[in-house]
DNA sequence: CTAGAAATAGTAAGCGTTTACTATGGAGAA
DNA sequence: TTCTCCATAGTAAACGCTTACTATTTCTAG
């Protein structure tokens, strides 16, 4: 098999599987450790030899083999994030924030979906850890279950050992003495404030729908809900809280349930503005007004909050702050959060943003 | 089971930086080479033998590491994908496509983003060839620059010389000869079936807003508009194509200045559906009702056009479709695209959906 | 001039796997 | 009993880079 194709002939100058250093080494004359130190620039090479090596790279199309390199001991420059799904906004703008801080700082970003499904979020960690990423980037709510506790916390001391570190972002700790790092935003205040915001407009009987139960995100949010009833002195009533699902399908199927069940309230409070756009949807096919007959809150502010019609009062979560935040925590060199509380953690704050869809209760 | 570290402790037994393969064949008390044939199931071994070991992977927490694992010759078992943004839904339905199919074939996702930079997207190109990924695929809309045609030509046939491929997902060919694979949708069609439409409906002054200039996805859905106003021998008028960018932000203040200018049209076909969203909002703001008044119509379908009020008429593409046939084509074995009209080139319909934003238009 | 310090290159030892070869111990065949 | 052939297990050579050492020049100062 005749080496046809034009010795500089630019990238298909080798058959074979792309060009090796040493390939580079021989076209310019030098050693492949000249070679290396040329591309790293960690170290003195001849600016004659230098421009030799550069262009024997750009002649044969070379790019160093990332394993290769990973193994000898640099580090990978690779930064994990495990979400849920992609295409949730909610998770797509922490990624995004994750994306664009990681290569902020010159690394790549490798994204990966649980698809909600735990043990596929185990695995997916230790394919991080597989990877050797710099860090590995858990976002969104945690399931509570302790075998489940156990074996992320045990992946977190192996991760920890191996130099690299777990970021817990928007979730709950793994327990004391677990080295991970958190950064979080304020879910519990911010469900506080959006409740009392409705309560201070005249309403005492609201809905709540939405979010997985036994689930850290959803258990914040109702405490936070209830925690403002209770503050104003409203009695809770565990026939308006509705748990579920975190969908838009969840929020307009079970809101037409309950139109169906005639329960009395004036307000509903969805688990996430995609559950609340579902509700939204469910009241406007009975003809029920918003904010005039009801109101709806959401939470989040993602995007589509601000499309709803009306548009739909909500807590704005600073998501990209929150995903770049992870990877700057991430990649500090603060020790892991090996005590009880130290500054390992991050927390961002929430504040409600007051739109079209809500208006003082309907007095009926 | 104490909850003490003892030296059989799960994770951490090992202090360093994880425990390796020959860690593992030493507890079990047999050569790496018999670890690795437990581990990979490709050669027999004892059965006393293999739980012995696996036993010893649990206990030390081994993970193998990827990047050994990939020099030593295995495939990386990874596809990477470049998008522009990983926030917005068109990019984000096609990464949840292929995020998911690549899974679905045992393969890892490595996702990256460019922001529109036409030199960022080349650099990552050559990220993904140091990463050896088995395939790369390139999402979006292309420019016709010709110089980076040809580098990313180059980029591909290195690619295919490595063994990997280069598939386009959304974007023209890079010319007879260069071996890529392609997915794409169709941008004409679409475009064509919604402005006639629209034409059907009554309409003669259409106005295109949107979608960067010297883009690929721009020319081809202002061919399908400018195709069905031929067919229907309507002149094409070059003051109602107003072209610049892809977000919403660019449909509402184009459409504002477009309304300041009282130019003569009844319908709005925006770019794509998020431009549409802007133009919705502008209308809006003017008290000018949609579709009384005036018709609008997107492209793409996103999950916000039917946010929308009113519900938006639109093209609909099936994104997440077009991210798992990308990664199957990839993966599959047909050779590239060497010769003129190979079959590794394959088109998903697009079909347009008639919800609320269109009418005739009025009598005035 | 010459010793010693730069500056510049080369040598070679890993890094953690996979896998082609080789070795060993029985089981069944002759 | 002796020889073959399996089933298993071990050895060691890549894979493509980085980097600690070592070697050779070339300056610079004394």
Do not use: W
Request: hydrophobic share 40%.
């Amino acid at each position: 098999m005749t080496e046809k194709s034009s010795p500089t002939d630019p990238i298909h100058a080798r058959g074979g599987s792309g060009a090796t250093i040493a390939d580079v080494a021989q076209a310019a004359g030098v050693s492949v450790a000249t070679v290396s130190r040329a591309l790293s620039g960690n170290y003195p090479v001849a600016k004659a030899t230098r421009e030799r090596i550069f262009r024997s790279v750009t002649d044969l199309g070379y790019v160093a083999n990332a394993h290769a390199r990973a193994l000898a001991g640099a580090t990978t420059r690779t930064v994990g994030i495990i979400i849920n799904d992609v295409a949730d906004p909610f998770f797509a703008y922490i990624a995004r924030g994750v994306e664009r801080q990681a290569s902020a700082e010159g690394r790549m970003c490798l994204i990966t979906a649980t698809h909600g499904d735990k043990e596929r979020e185990l695995a997916l960690v230790d394919l991080m850890r597989e990877q050797r990423t710099d860090a590995v980037i858990l976002v969104g709510g945690a399931s509570d279950d302790p075998r489940y506790r156990k074996q992320m916390a045990d992946r977190a001391r192996a991760l920890a050992a191996a130099g690299s570190s777990l970021v817990l972002c928007g979730r709950p700790s793994l327990g004391a003495g677990v080295p991970t790092k958190m950064v979080t935003y304020d879910n519990e205040g911010g469900a506080f404030a959006i409740t009392d915001y409705l309560i201070s407009q005249g309403h005492r009987r609201i809905l709540y729908v939405g979010g997985p139960r036994d689930f850290s995100t959803t258990a914040s949010r109702l405490a936070g809900f209830y925690r403002a009833l209770d503050a104003r002195g409203i009695e809770r009533d565990p026939a308006l809280v509705h748990e579920g699902a975190f969908g838009r399908g969840f929020g307009y199927s079970r809101m037409r349930e309950l139109l169906d069940q005639e329960i009395d309230f004036t307000a509903v409070f969805g688990a996430n503005d995609l559950v609340a756009a579902g509700i939204l949807e469910a009241l406007e096919e009975r003809g029920i007004r918003v904010p005039q007959d009801v109101s709806v809150v959401g939470y989040d502010d993602v995007p589509v909050a601000s499309e709803l019609r009306p548009r739909l009062t909500t807590v704005r979560v600073p998501l990209e702050e929150l995903g770049r935040e992870a990877v700057r925590l991430a990649l500090s060199q603060t020790p892991h959060d090996a005590g009880a509380s130290s500054d390992n953690t991050l927390t961002v704050g929430t504040h409600i943003v007051i739109r079209d869809s809500v208006s003082p209760p309907n007095k009926a």
